[in-house]
């Protein structure tokens, strides 16, 4: 029996309790430890006959014929894990199984959701050592049960994201432990006879009613996405309306057909840039240990610095080189998507975030990157990939970020989006007959309807409170409904959250008022710290909170975290609390998070902004710009900025000064010049007022000219023309006395620019005039940088004058310069060679820019620049066709495959090739090697008119 | 290279006139519109091309430009019977390339030099200059060119 089972199969699947813990804190021992799991699960399985279809990172999927060789495999594996010698570093398997019908399909793949998901949510719902089994199972196995081993009935149990409650059963195996903690994720079907259950206990909570339409749609979405179709799936809705209830569903049927969530959840009150991502990163890397050894370490390194916690485990990996921030930000990008892409080469993949609403630009940015790339991904790669996303329509018009985002996916049609709406009467009526086990009464459902109007959380909640306010209540196994004309229901959602938190007792709402402004996830650490409670009083309060259901305690984060149910709640207690006790309690909180979390820049920055205390809201804002900054997500160090400034007072205006700077550099960035140009103004305003030199102004008004040139707006540019020549003409009068230096010298360079960078016409006398005198400076300075900024200046010049002889000279000049040691910029120092290749080839020079072009590639690979590496490969291959050494020219085309192959998603890889083909169609036609030469000329129409590119960029890429 | 697909090549390349790169100038994008027109022995379209392209590669100093101008200019004369000045710019193309050491293109000049020299019915002539073009059109592995070289060389 060695084929796959089909028909009825039983399931067993199993998952490595607490694995990325034991992964964190074993990191030299985690391999061999996870091969010693490995061979023991496979071995037991496999002598029982046992198929082992799916391993995912430590979790393994098997299929059996028959019931008896599940169980049997089951407790071989847990008896040889028991007695295997793990030392301090002890693995324990928790084990679920599950008798059901599955089918095969074509691909290889069960097709069987209602019985996958059933084995998989059993197995999650144990613990470590233990083994789960279905009524199903047991029906089938309880007359063979092998010697000594028994079968403890653990009563019905609603699993999670599944309709029907299931019969737990739980195996009990000789000299091996029996007794565990209550199971996972569930909530008890309370039997109508057992006492000693609460009314609020009774209420079944978080099924999925009345979205049947929606899930159809969703699931579509998701076929799709196996079939290799990368998709972005967007679901909104308002506040309460089940957007994270109906993603659950979406992603139970995902693991079900083998594929791996990763999540990243989004806080209103911020967090540290990619901080979702960064979850995300760590979860691939905890479920797949072996995959970052196989990354290169460019890649890996730039993982690391989106989480930056994965740093202490490979400290041995250095960061990237510094490069320009444009390159350099879709170099980290093109990391997460070729992390994304090897996953999903492995396994489907869904990356899920929740409340997108309150993501930071850079995430949302690299998530518009990754849905782009998929779909461009398309033609070589069936990346199965789908994006996720929750977020709250009502609070689109703040999320400024997010609404970008949308659009640019909609028009791209990158994306599905499912817009939850409320629940109709007849579905409130099907929610309210789940949640009560029982047909609710017309009256009944009239009032909640009317009030609540449709709203799934509204009608969760105030049901809730009717039964804390003991007006719906449970006797004589039936629930006994109020009438509605007596009955005074919350007139909103606030009302009813309000309304519950203050039934608890005292201690339990301060400590969870206290928890609110932590926000909506909270460590029991900091929330000790900042309470007045001593520590068993605030564990009472947390878990009468609990019992209240208005916070979970949340599994595999490490530490002791809760979670407030649904993020509206800590809302409400936020908005419930009065000013100045708001301030004191941010106070406390950020003490305790300076004291327990002094990295963590982004929350102090915020709760001591809210705490008012303007001295360390300043400094952590301007830790976390700088945070923000070095990992080229400027949004955030912008907003951190602006933070900062407001708390900056009168007195202190050299810090104004440096702040302003700081936040004009970064919207310079950006492009957004026009804001940056006021501030640079102001700061220099500011500075006239102090005894600052003169250099610091220079460096200011350079500042501002290059902002002018910069601007993407016409209308900007325009607008600020009078300024920028205002600022022209001061900075010149302000150089006109000074002894030569490196500022006045930068300055010249941009006026130079400024004369026709972005303008018509341009005025080319001008720019020749200030280049030209920024040359002479530069020279009597006898610096490098500075006359190799002069002479770059001089070149633009050249080249619009048709002076290309001289262009070559100076570059040529600018090479020799760039050899001198105080030129460290790797980075420019390709760019340099670059443009002295370009500029021989220019003139006809091929082998003369043959030797700059190599040098430029050594380099370019030495840094990992792969985007520069691409451009010189393109020019070299150019130069060798122009010179017939059509072999080198193929030879050229190996190296750019050899990239294309460990990278297969990288666009530039995409644009070059476009070109790289073309050329090597033409070689092969000379050669009369005609159906090589159409192929390959097709595939380079393919990858541009494929990808974003149009017949026209074809053509004009391809005139070969 | 049919007629249909000389004029999708010269569709393309005065797109890419309109849309050029930065790194693509124009006296690349002449240059080949001046080399595409003589190997169509389209005159008119030489007319228009060629001195564009002798004018630009002058000016950038081009050294392989300016042979192909040479080569388009020769087979220029040559289609409107100036005989004499063809064959001396072809020559003047064709030491262009020896210095650049372009075996294509010294193949390609060379051929074009038979073909003036089969036109005046001076056969030996044509025979040299297939013959060489023939070995350096092998020589590179020009498979389609030195075929074409062989079909001449069995004419003459």
């Known amino acids: 029996m060695n084929s796959l089972p089909t028909g009825t199969v039983t399931f067993l699947f199993t998952d490595i309790e607490g694995s990325t813990k034991l992964a964190q804190e074993h990191p030299d021992k985690w391999e061999s430890l996870r091969e010693r799991h490995h061979a023991i699960l496979k071995s037991a399985i496999e002598s029982h006959n046992g198929y082992i279809f799916q391993i995912i990172g430590d979790a393994f999927c098997a299929a059996f014929h028959t019931a008896g060789d599940a169980l049997r495999a089951a407790v071989k594996s847990q008896v040889d894990l028991h007695h295997e010698n793990w030392d301090d570093a002890p693995i324990k398997v928790r084990m679920g199984i599950h008798t059901g019908k599955a089918e095969i399909k074509d691909d290889g793949q069960y097709q069987g959701y209602i019985s996958l998901s059933r084995v998989q949510r059993l197995m999650s719902a144990g613990h470590g050592g233990q083994v789960l089994m279905s009524l199903a199972t047991q029906e089938l196995v309880h007359d063979g049960l092998p010697e000594g081993v028994e079968l403890r009935d653990m009563g019905e149990w609603q699993l999670k994201d599944l309709i029907r409650p299931m019969h737990i059963y739980q195996l009990v195996i000789p000299e091996l432990p029996a007794d565990f903690s209550p199971l996972r994720s569930t909530l008890a079907v309370i039997s109508p006879d057992d006492q000693g259950a609460s009314p609020l206990e009774r209420i079944v909570r978080g099924k999925l009613v009345g979205r049947e339409r929606e899930l159809a749609e969703a699931n579509l979405c998701w076929q799709r996405t196996i079939a290799g179709e990368g998709q972005a799936l967007l679901i909104s809705g308002e506040p309460g309306v089940g957007k994270t209830r109906f993603t659950r569903e979406l992603l139970t049927l995902a693991i079900s057909s083998g594929a791996i969530v990763l999540s990243g959840e989004c806080y209103a009150e911020g967090g540290a840039p990619y901080a979702p991502i960064a979850q995300i990163i760590q979860d691939v890397f905890s479920q797949f240990p072996t995959l970052p050894d196989t990354l290169p370490t460019y890649i890996l390194a730039d993982l690391i610095a989106l989480a930056p916690v994965l740093r202490a485990r490979y400290a041995d990996v250095q960061p990237n080189p510094l490069m320009d921030n444009q390159t350099e930000q879709e170099r980290i990008h093109d990391s997460l998507i070729e992390l994304c892409t090897r996953v999903s080469l492995r396994t489907p993949l869904v990356l899920f975030l929740d409340d997108a609403h309150w993501a930071d630009p850079g995430t949302l940015s690299l998530l518009r990157h990754l849905a782009r790339r998929s779909r461009a991904a398309l033609q070589k790669t069936r990346l199965r990939l789908l994006i996720t996303m929750t977020y709250r329509e009502v609070e689109l018009d703040e999320a400024r970020a997010l609404n970008e985002i949308l659009l640019d996916l909609n028009r791209e049609r990158l994306a599905t989006r499912i817009k939850l709406t409320r629940l109709n009467k007849e579905r409130t009526r099907d929610m309210l007959t789940v949640m009560f086990a029982e047909e609710t009464t017309p009256d009944f459902l009239e009032g909640i309807y009317r009030e609540t109007e449709g709203n799934p959380f509204f009608i969760e909640e105030v049901c809730k409170a009717l039964i804390e306010a003991g007006k719906l209540s449970y006797s004589d196994g039936r629930w006994h409904h109020p009438s509605m004309d007596e009955v005074e229901i919350p007139q909103s959602l606030r009302l009813a959250i309000q309304t519950r938190v203050s039934r608890l007792q005292t201690h339990a709402q301060e400590a969870l008022t206290l928890a609110a402004i932590i926000g909506r996830e909270f460590d029991f650490e900091t929330l000790l710290r900042s309470s007045d409670q001593d520590e068993d009083r605030l564990i009472e309060s947390l878990e009468a909170a609990a019992r209240s259901q208005l916070i979970e305690e949340v599994k595999g984060k490490g530490g002791e975290k809760y979670s407030f149910v649904h993020a509206l709640i800590p809302t409400t207690l936020y908005e419930g609390i009065s000013g100045r006790r708001r301030r004191r309690a941010h106070e406390r909180v950020a003490n305790a998070i300076e004291a327990l979390y002094p990295n963590d820049f982004e929350g102090l920055a915020h709760h001591f902004a809210a705490a008012e205390d303007a001295g360390k809201a300043i400094e952590y804002s301007r830790r976390a710009a700088e945070r923000a900054e070095s990992l080229y997500s400027y949004d955030e160090a912008i907003r951190h900025l602006r933070i900062a400034l407001d708390f900056v007072e009168s007195h202190q205006p050299e810090l104004r000064c440096e702040l302003l700077e700081q936040l004009a550099g970064d919207l310079n960035v950006i492009h957004a010049g026009s804001e940056a140009i006021p501030l640079y103004q102001e700061a220099i305003t500011l500075r006239h007022g102090s005894d600052q030199g003169s250099h610091e102004t220079i460096r200011l008004y350079r500042k501002i000219i290059e902002a002018a040139y910069r601007m993407n707006r016409r209308a900007d540019v325009q607008r600020l023309e009078p300024v920028a020549q205002e600022i022209k003409e001061a900075g010149l009068k302000l150089v006109e006395d000074q002894p030569p230096n490196a500022e006045t010298v930068h300055l010249l360079a941009a006026i130079s620019r400024h004369a026709w960078l972005n303008r018509t016409p341009q005025d080319w006398d001008s720019a020749e005039r200030y280049a030209r005198r920024a040359v002479e400076i530069a020279e009597q300075l006898g610096t490098p940088i500075e006359i190799s900024d002069a002479l770059s200046a001089l070149n633009s010049v050249y080249g619009a004058r048709g002076l290309f002889r001289e262009r070559v000279d100076v570059e040529l000049r600018r090479l020799e310069l760039s050899r001198d040691a105080r030129f460290t910029d790797t980075h420019k120092r390709i760019n340099i060679l670059y443009e002295a290749g370009a500029t021989l080839v220019y003139v006809g020079e091929y082998a003369k820019a043959m030797p700059h072009l190599l040098e430029a590639e050594k380099l370019a690979l030495q840094i990992q620049d792969l985007d520069q590496q691409l451009t010189v490969l393109r020019v070299q291959a150019h130069c060798l066709y122009q010179m017939d050494q059509w072999d080198r020219v193929i030879k050229i085309e190996e190296k750019w495959r050899a990239l294309e192959k460990r990278y297969p998603n990288f666009f530039k890889v995409v644009s070059a090739s476009c070109f790289q083909v073309a050329l090597n169609a033409s070689v092969h036609a000379r050669r009369g090697e005609m159906e090589q030469a159409a192929a390959l000329r097709e595939e380079s129409r393919a990858i541009m008119v494929g990808t974003d590119g149009t017949e026209e960029q074809f053509a004009r890429d391809n005139y070969y | ?156």
């Open chain 2, 1 to 156: 290279m049919a007629e249909g697909e000389f004029a999708l090549v010269r569709k393309y390349l005065e797109i890419a006139l309109n849309k050029m790169a930065s790194w693509v100038g124009e006296h690349d994008l002449y240059a080949m519109l001046a080399d595409a027109a003589a190997q169509q022995r389209d005159e008119s379209a030489l007319q228009h091309y060629a001195p564009l392209a002798e004018e630009l590669a002058a000016r950038y100093d081009h050294k392989l430009y300016q042979a192909i101008a040479h080569r388009a200019w020769g087979v220029a004369h040559w289609l409107t019977g100036q005989h004499t000045e063809s064959e001396t710019l072809l020559n003047k193309a064709l030491e262009l390339f020896q210095q650049l050491d372009t075996r294509w293109q010294i193949g390609r000049t060379l051929f074009e030099l038979g073909e003036l020299a089969l036109s005046r019915s001076e056969n030996t002539a044509a025979h040299e200059h297939f013959s060489r073009a023939l070995d350096a059109f092998e020589e590179i592995g020009a498979l389609p060119d030195a075929a074409r070289a062989r079909q001449k060389l069995a004419a003459v």
